[in-house]
Structures are given as C-alpha cells and as structure tokens.
C-alpha cells in the first residue's frame, strides 16, 4: 500500500507539481497526515494558521489543504469547523491519523533531561506519565513542535514531546515511547 502510494505520489508529481498546504510547521502531526494521503513526492506549504491553509487553496496556491478537525480526546477544532462557512472549498478526503507521542533528546537518556519543551496539547495528553516518570522536571510550552524539537536539538539538558517522525527530522533520540496517558488517541484531518 505504502510502494503503490509513492507511485502515484511521484507520478502526480511528474504530471504537474502539486502543492499541498498544512498547519505547520515541519513533523506536526498535521504535517504526517498530509504525507500519509499525498506521499512525499509532492511539494508542502506549512502555514501558521488553519484560515491560512484555506486561503492557500482558495487561492490556488496550493492544490490542496489538510487542516484537523476532531480529536477523539480533544474533541472538534471548531475553528475548523468555523471556516467552511465561508468558503466554497470541498472536502475530497478524511484522514484518521493515530496520535501518539514519544519523548525525544539529543542523547535519548531520561536522566539527564531537566526540561521538557511541547505545545500545550502535548502536555495535557501527556500529564499522568510526565508526573510518572520525570517529577520535577520544568515544563516549558512551547509554541510549536518544530522549535521544540530545535531546542531539545540544542541543548543535551532538553527534551520534547512529539510524534516519532520528528526524531528523524531533526536527529533526535527516543528516550521513551508512547507517553500518552490515553493509548487509542487518534485525530481526523480533512484534505480540501
């Protein structure tokens, strides 16, 4: 399934380049997801905001856009929700993607972290663990996953909560893994 996608990811793209825009930045889960449904022969667009990647493909910048719009924990992303009132843009698919998070570092040894960097929802489906298994460790929110990731990058002492294809991304080390408190996490993206 996964060759067969690529395929007709690199054939797409060999046939006009497309551009696929998301809520950024770079190895969000938002970002997987979008890689999930079009490969990774196509070009992305991370964008700062959900009304920004509706007005990419409104504007025909990009082909398309992956936006979330419900988390099974969470619950809807009404701002998501929001926006379809006043667009015209079409629904051409639904993306499940299973949310879970792994705690990386530069060296991928829990004992040495004293700060753990992650936006917020992060830290809210990963409390009971945190508490767990690194009690007294600064938490620090951050605004994105991406500079989260730098940071712990950085600095050998730091560490971040994030989807396991950020360790690849930005050459980090898993120092434990599934750290959610609630195993069967899954958000629904929708590609417009």
């Known amino acids: 399934h996964h060759i067969y996608k690529e395929i007709i990811s690199a054939s797409r793209e060999i046939q006009k380049p497309m551009c696929v825009s ?6 969000t889960f938002t ?26 493909v409104e504007k025909d910048t990009c082909g398309y856009g992956v936006v979330p719009v419900e988390n099974s924990i969470e619950g809807s992303v009404n701002h998501t929700l929001d ?8 629904i051409c ?9 792994d705690l990386l570092s530069r060296t991928g040894v829990l004992s040495e972290i004293e700060a753990v960097h992650a936006v917020p929802q ?3 489906q990963c409390r009971a663990w945190l508490a767990t298994y690194l009690p007294g460790v600064r938490l620090e929110e ?11 990058f950085t600095d050998s002492r730091c560490a ?28 629904r993206f929708l590609a417009v």
């Open 83 to 90: 926006l379809f009132f006043d667009s015209d843009l079409k």
């Open 31 to 56: 970002h997987m997801a979008a890689i999930t449904q079009f490969g990774r022969s196509v070009t992305y667009s991370a964008q700062a905001s959900i009304a920004d990647v509706f007005a990419t």
């Open 122 to 124: 992060a830290f809210s």
């Open 93 to 101: 698919a639904e993306i499940n993607y299973p949310v879970s998070y």
């Open 160 to 187: 971040v909560i994030a989807g396991r294809e950020a360790a690849l991304m930005f050459n980090l080390e898993v120092a434990a893994s599934r750290i959610e408190d609630i195993a069967r996490n899954t958000t």
């Open 142 to 152: 951050s605004g994105n996953t991406a500079h989260a990731a730098r940071k712990a």
């Open 22 to 27: 998301y809520l950024g930045p770079e190895a």
